[in-house]
Nanobody, 125 residues
Framework: QLQLVESGGGLVQPGGSLRLSCAAS????????MNWYRQAPGKERELVAG???????NYAESVKGRFTISRVDAKNTMHLQMNSLKPEDMAVYYC???????????????????WGKGTLITVSS
């Protein structure tokens, strides 16, 4: 069964750092891209950073220079190193993947709408 599981969330003081991880498991055939989204209370979910299978990355303007996304293909794992955290970074962070996998019926299913359950980042002194 396909799963995306985030880890590494928690409480950090302004200016601090955290490292998030997302592990994709299941009968994964290929991963085209993996992304981090976040949603703060009362706000829309927004893209934070993404990384494609060719290594190309993209970042929201608000996190450029502070966050770094990386991926370990062999482990279907993605990381987000977050430095110089600000109170406005506080949100639930979600892992998202664009991938193909084999279902329990052995059919091949591809899509961009695979999500983890999220991990909460609290930035507060």
């Amino acid at each position: 069964q396909l799963q995306l599981v985030e880890s590494g969330g928690g409480l950090v003081q302004p200016g601090g750092s955290l490292r998030l991880s997302c592990a994709a498991s299941g009968s994964i055939i290929s991963i085209t891209a993996m992304n981090w989204y976040r949603q703060a209370p009362g706000k829309e979910r927004e893209l934070v950073a993404g990384i494609r299978s060719n290594g190309i990355t993209n970042y929201a303007e608000s996190v450029k220079g502070r966050f770094t996304i990386s991926r370990v293909d062999a482990k279907n794992t993605m990381h987000l190193q977050m430095n110089s955290l600000k109170p406005e970074d506080m949100a639930v962070y979600y892992c998202n993947a664009d991938l193909c996998h084999r279902t329990y019926t052995h059919a091949i299913e591809c899509g961009k709408d695979y999500w983890g359950k999220g991990t909460l980042i609290t930035v507060s002194s």
